[in-house]
C-alpha cells in the first residue's frame, strides 16, 4: 500500500519532513535531521565542559591576553626568569596582533619578531615553551633541532618541522600559517668553529641555512605524513610569513665566549674597575649577538632572530621555590599520586633543604630535582600501595638512607 502524507519520515526532533530537510538519519525507532544532529552536538559539547576548538578563531583586541595577563599566567608555573617571561609575552602578544592586522586596513605591515632563548639546562627554556602553549589560541608545536639534517641524509628534512605544526592544526593550513613553533636544542647545529666548515656538516651549518627560508618567511611544501617513507604524497604549500618561531638551546660554554669579548673591549686602569662590575656567576646576562656568532650560528640566521633572551641559571632559593610553590610542583605531583590511593603523603621540611643541597651538588638545575625525588621515593611508591596505610611522612634520615644507597653516579654531570 503506498505510504500516504501522514505516513511520511519526520525528525523525531523538530517534526519537518525528509522534503524539508537535507537528510535524516534513520534510528531503531526514529529520525533525527542534519540540523537537528548539528545542535544536538553543540549542545553536548557545552554540557561536558569541552566547548569546540578556538583554534584558528577570531579573535579582537579586547579579546587578546596582554603581556602582564600572559606573564602573570607563568607566573602560576614558573619561578623567576622574569626577563624571558617578558621578551616571550611580548612577543607572543605581538604575534596575536600581526594575525589582526589585516582587518586594520592601513599600509604599515607588521614584521614578525622570532625569538632566541639562552640558558644553561634546568633553567626552564622547555618549560616555559609548554606552559604558554597552555593560553595559546594559535597552533603550537615544540620541535627538536637535534634531529634535523640536510634533505638526502639520514634524519629528518627541515621541513618536517612544519609537518608537525600542520598536524597540530588538522591539516588546515590556514590555521598553521598562524602558528607559533618553538624550535628546542637551537644550539646543537651550531657549526663545528667560527670560520665557515670545509668539510659538510649537515647536521649543523647545513641544517641553519635551510632553516633560514622557514625563519623568514617563504612558501615552503611540506611533506603531509612527513620525510622520505611516502616520496610520493602530495606536498602541502605552507607559507611560513606568519609563523611565528621561538628558539631555545643551553649554548654549553658560552660564557667564555662573553668573557672573551667583554675583556677585549677593556683597557687600562678604568678596564679592572670595569671588569670587578660584571657579575661572574651570571655572565648569561651579558650575552650579544656576537657571542652567539663566535659559538657556531651563521650572522643569517641570528638576524633572523631578532629578539635575544637570556635564563639565569638558578640559584638554591629558586630551587627550593620550584619544588614546592608551582601549581604542577614535584612535590603536588608525588602527593597527588599517593591520594589517588587514598594514603597523604607528607615531607618533613629537612627533606626539602636535603634535595635542594644534592641538586646544588650535582649542578642537576630544576630538572634534576625529579631525578632526586625519584631515587628518593622508589621504594615508597613501591610498598605503600600494597600496604593498608591511610598517611605516610618522608622524614630527613629515610631521604638520606635511600640517596646514598642509590646509584647516585647517575645523577652526576661531567
Known amino acids: 500500500m503506498a505510504e500516504s502524507k501522514s505516513n511520511k519520515k519526520r525528525c523525531s526532533f523538530c517534526g519537518r519532513t525528509e522534503n524539508e530537510v537535507s537528510f535524516l538519519i534513520t534510528g531503531m525507532n526514529g529520525y533525527i535531521c542534519d540540523s537537528c544532529a548539528t545542535q544536538a552536538y553543540e549542545i553536548t559539547q557545552e554540557a561536558i565542559g569541552s566547548k569546540p576548538t578556538v583554534k584558528g578563531a577570531k579573535l579582537s583586541m579586547t579579546e587578546l591576553p596582554k603581556p602582564v595577563e600572559i606573564k602573570q599566567f607563568l607566573d602560576q608555573y614558573i619561578i623567576g626568569q622574569d626577563d624571558a617571561k617578558r621578551f616571550l609575552s611580548v612577543s607572543v602578544y605581538n604575534h596575536y596582533k600581526r594575525l589582526l592586522q589585516k582587518e586594520s586596513g592601513d599600509d604599515v605591515e607588521i614584521e614578525k619578531s622570532n625569538i632566541i632563548m639562552v640558558g644553561s639546562t634546568g633553567t ?68 663545528k668553529g667560527d670560520n665557515p666548515s670545509i ?176 631515587t628518593i621515593m622508589m621504594d615508597v611508591m613501591f610498598e605503600i600501595p600494597s600496604e593498608k596505610k591511610t598517611s605516610y611522612e618522608v622524614t630527613l634520615e629515610y631521604a638520606q638512607k635511600q640517596f646514598e644507597k642509590a646509584n647516585v653516579a647517575r645523577l652526576q654531570t661531567a
Open 199 to 374: 668539510t659538510r656538516d649537515v647536521s649543523g651549518e647545513g641544517v641553519q641555512q635551510g632553516l633560514l627560508k622557514l625563519l623568514e618567511g617563504s612558501v615552503v611544501n611540506v611533506p603531509p605524513q612527513g620525510g622520505r617513507k611516502h616520496p610520493d604524497q602530495k606536498m602541502i604549500p605552507v607559507n611560513t610569513k606568519n609563523i611565528l618561531f621561538i628558539c631555545g638551546g643551553a649554548f654549553d660554554g658560552i660564557e667564555k665566549k662573553i668573557a672573551q669579548r667583554l675583556n677585549t673591549h677593556v683597557v687600562g686602569y678604568s678596564a679592572s674597575q670595569k671588569t670587578a662590575r660584571i657579575d661572574k656567576n651570571n655572565m648569561m646576562q651579558y650575552i650579544a649577538p656576537q657571542d652567539l656568532k663566535s659559538f657556531g650560528l651563521i650572522p643569517e640566521i641570528i638576524g633572523r632572530l631578532p629578539v635575544l633572551t637570556y635564563l639565569n641559571p638558578l640559584d638554591r632559593t629558586a630551587l627550593r621555590a620550584i619544588l614546592t610553590e608551582p601549581k604542577n610542583s614535584i612535590i603536588k605531583q608525588y602527593v597527588k599520586l599517593f591520594e589517588m590511593d587514598g594514603i597523604k603523603l607528607e615531607f618533613q621540611n629537612e627533606v626539602f633543604e636535603y634535595i635542594v643541597d644534592k641538586a646544588v651538588e650535582y649542578k642537576l638545575g630544576a630538572r634534576g630535582l625529579r631525578s632526586i625525588v625519584e
Open 124 to 191: 626552564g627554556k622547555t618549560l616555559l615553551a609548554r606552559t604558554i602553549a597552555k593560553l595559546l589560541h594559535v597552533p603550537f608545536t615544540i620541535v627538536d633541532a637535534t634531529v634535523l639534517t640536510e634533505a638526502g641524509y639520514v634524519g629528518e628534512d627541515i621541513e618536517s618541522i612544519l609537518t608537525r605544526l600542520l598536524q597540530v592544526a588538522d591539516y588546515n593550513v590556514n590555521e598553521a600559517e598562524q602558528g607559533i613553533v618553538f624550535i628546542d636544542e637551537i644550539d646543537k647545529i651550531a657549526r
